[in-house]
């Protein structure tokens, strides 16, 4: 007899992460592909069945969980969403749920608490002792996503602009930012402007322009330091705006952007209390729900194997 997998998928703007998992919570397999936010990636159909294809004949697969953006957001899309799935898989337990909604689930483990995302886009869940959810933000880079990597990116772009101009003060981050693009510094307009009109993905590209900012506020750049200190003056409004939902007073986070060290610390400062360390990646909450699709017994060893395996198939999909 085969041994019993699901499969895990955790999509973003940015990238999406496919795990496939054995019964004792080991990631036996992953693969990592481009962003599949059908909000504002035209191929994002295509990305997403490509990902999939390797996992199609996979012996033993028993059930999976995919956490899509936009998923329950925008209807058209979700139908398209579960039809992408059930077209790759059609005789598998399946389903499909908000990507944030996933990474609340793995975060806490399906316990009550607060999760403050911060990737290429921005999003609060919240999920209260009685299992029901609410949400603030994802409303999309055109209209929100106040907090978050692009919008951090955006604003670099704006300050690199207008710091070029002398219409604000000198940023060091002016000239990080152009010899990171390998962009002439004495013609930075045509630089940036042909850059920007050559972006391939431009919302997961200028959400990459993040990283940098980070960089140089590190370094003590104020410009950069204040983009920051922005950032989470957005994100706590996320979490004021949702806290009544879930009398629990835990909160955690999610997303690219909290890789960020100065990122995090102010977003503390502004809730006034420690975030909880998540119990699992976004990934892992793709996980558990399919294991809860197939009511696999899942015990402390089980969430311990997926967090670890977790993190070694991300480092190994890094050096790769």
Not at 17 to 28: E, F, H, P, Q
Not at 50 to 70: D, E, H, K, S, W
Not at 137 to 148: C, N, Q, R, V
């Amino acid at each position: 007899m085969s041994e019993e997998l699901i499969l895990g998928i955790d999509g973003g703007g940015s990238k999406v992460l496919i795990a496939l998992a054995n019964k004792s919570g080991r990631i036996v397999r992953s693969s990592r592909g481009r962003g599949i936010n059908p909000m504002d990636n035209p191929d994002w159909h295509r990305e997403l069945e490509q990902q999939l294809l390797p996992f199609r004949n996979q012996t033993g697969l028993m059930a999976i969980a995919a956490a899509l953006p936009a998923y329950g957001e925008v209807a058209h899309f979700s139908q398209l969403q579960r039809s992408a799935i059930e077209s790759v898989f059609p005789n598998v337990r399946q389903q499909v749920l908000n990507d944030v909604d996933a990474a609340h689930l793995g975060a806490f483990a399906g316990a009550p608490g607060i999760l403050i995302l911060s990737g290429t886009g921005s999003m609060a869940w919240a999920r209260d002792d009685k299992g029901q959810s609410a949400r603030t933000g994802g409303w999309g880079h055109m209209i929100g996503d106040e907090g978050s990597s692009h919008w951090i990116g955006q604003g670099a772009l704006n300050l690199v602009s207008q710091s070029l101009d002398g219409r604000t003060s000198a940023t060091t981050l002016a000239k990080a930012l152009l010899v990171h693009l390998g962009i002439d510094t004495a013609d930075p307009m045509n630089g940036l402007g042909g850059w920007v009109s050559c972006l391939s993905n431009p919302r997961a590209d200028i959400a990459a322009i993040s990283t940098l900012v980070d960089q140089v506020a590190q370094g003590g750049d104020e410009g950069a330091i204040r983009l920051i200190e922005q950032a989470a003056d957005e994100l706590a409004k996320h979490h004021r705006a949702i806290a009544s939902h879930c009398s629990a007073a835990r909160w955690t986070y999610a997303g690219g952007t909290f890789s960020s060290r100065l990122l995090l610390e102010a977003l503390e400062r502004r809730i006034g209390t420690p975030p909880t360390i998540p119990k699992l990646p976004p990934i892992g909450g793709a996980l558990l729900v399919a294991a809860k699709l197939l009511n696999w017994p899942l015990d402390e060893g089980w969430f311990g194997q997926i967090a670890a395996t977790a993190e070694n198939a991300a480092a190994h999909l890094d050096n790769n």
